[in-house]
């Protein structure tokens, strides 16, 4: 591979690679469905190399109980792959397993600066008003993130809407570290936020993105949710007494109703304003059915995909360390010439 970068003014040299990644912090929502996986199947299907990754390594910048850790894990890569992740074809595994992602890190928490961390909206939402009993960590995820993404040289990134001040963090410490040493070592990456449901909302709550670690699980659709519990969450997800407008322009300050319109749309394919065009003039008693329809329809068969791959997990456990072994003969590589660049000796047999 060669070491020019686009960006800097030399010509774009890098293969495109896609990286992303989810955190095994709990069950997978609607919202990282719609946001992340399917959209991570799409990549894999348009021909690009895709490698994602289960952070488990982020996840621990909150508590976890060690078993339901595990737990996760495994249960998040049976949804990874009952979403159409094929490990053959993607490279499949947990960041732990590859310990260049923590190394990396170490190296960007030395290039990124406190003033921009301090600045993250996540780590201020999650910190919360007492921030001196947040984990380092915590305040340090985004450097770690950066390394995910550059250890592999990726390009390209899909991610939801609250990912991009991350992905922008992720560009100044890559431009940051070539400037300081004077390489065009790092790609400037690019994020992809496409689609209807880049920001599913909490069915509570519109203001609010729908979260895996939300207290309240009626605010989500969680992929193991069975067809009962999905159709009660939408009859029962707030929304106001208006029938839908026509135009998209009108549901600006109806953040509930545009968020179900944003849902349908993302599930079927289509865009909101085509979803608008079938329900102007309906009620939310006509359109909530509707939706349950189509959200059992596409959910249901990857939550019983889930439950009978979750019977091997020796078998998870061996396609996890499988793709580590196909990730880490990439990031090796890259972390070695990044200590390189940076002056570390590395003089082991
Ligand atoms: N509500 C959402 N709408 C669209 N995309 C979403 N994503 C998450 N929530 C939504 C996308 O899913 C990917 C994985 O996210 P993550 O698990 O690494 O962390 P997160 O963004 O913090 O997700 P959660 O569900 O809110 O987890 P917790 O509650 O543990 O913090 C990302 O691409 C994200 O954009």
């Given amino acids: ?31 990282n469905y719609l946001g992340a996986l399917k959209r991570f199947a799409e990549k894999q299907n348009e ?21 339901r850790l595990r737990h996760a894990t495994r249960e998040l890569a049976a949804g990874f ?25 170490w190296l960007f928490n030395c290039v990124a600066r406190m003033g921009w961390l ?11 008003k007492n921030r001196e009993a947040a984990s380092v960590g915590l305040f340090a995820y985004p450097s770690l993130m950066a390394a995910d ?60 993105k729908m979260s895996k670690s939300d207290p309240s699980d009626q605010s989500r659709i969680n992929l193991t949710d069975d067809a009962d519990t999905i159709a009660q969450k939408i009859r029962k997800a707030r929304t106001d007494a208006e029938p839908l407008p026509e135009t998209l322009e009108a549901l600006k300050d109806r953040p509930e109703a545009r968020n179900l319109i944003n849902i349908y749309a993302a ?9 608008l065009a079938e329900f102007a003039g309906q009620g939310f008693g006509a359109f909530k059915p509707a939706l349950a329809d189509l959200a059992v329809a596409h959910l249901a068969p990857i939550s019983t995909e889930m ?3 979750m019977q091997d997990v020796a078998e998870i456990d061996r396609m996890l360390g499988a793709g580590a072994d ?21 003089s082991r047999r």
């Avoid at 992720?170 to 790609?187: C, H, S």
Wanted: proline share 6%; net charge negative; with cysteine.
């Fill in 267 to 275: 599930l079927d394919g289509r865009t909101p304003e085509a979803v």
């Fill in 47 to 67: 021909g690009i190399e895709t490698i994602y990754c289960i952070v488990d390594l982020h996840a621990i910048t909150v508590w976890q109980d060690p078993a």
């Fill in 307 to 309: 439950t009978r791959i």
């Fill in 149 to 208: 993404i550059m250890v592999y040289h990726a390009t390209h990134v899909p991610v939801g809407e609250d990912q991009k001040q991350h992905l922008e963090l992720t560009r100044d410490i890559a431009i940051k570290f070539n400037n300081d040493y004077g390489v065009d070592f790092f790609p400037i990456v690019e994020p992809v936020i496409e689609g209807a449901a880049t920001r599913v909302m909490s069915l509570r709550d519109g203001t609010r």
């Fill in 81 to 105: 792959i009952a979403s159409g992740i094929d490990p053959a074809r993607s490279i499949l595994f947990n960041q732990s397993q590859v310990a260049e992602h923590a190394e990396l890190a």
């Fill in 1 to 31: 591979m060669s070491d020019a970068v686009g960006g800097t003014g030399a010509a774009p040299a890098f293969t495109p690679r896609v990286f992303s990644g989810i955190q095994p912090s709990g069950g997978l929502t609607l919202g």
């Fill in 118 to 128: 301090g600045r993250m909206t996540q780590f201020k939402d999650k910190a919360g």
């Fill in 326 to 346: 196909r990730a880490a003969a990439i990031a090796g590589p890259i972390l070695a010439r990044a200590y390189d660049i940076t002056g570390m000796i590395r």
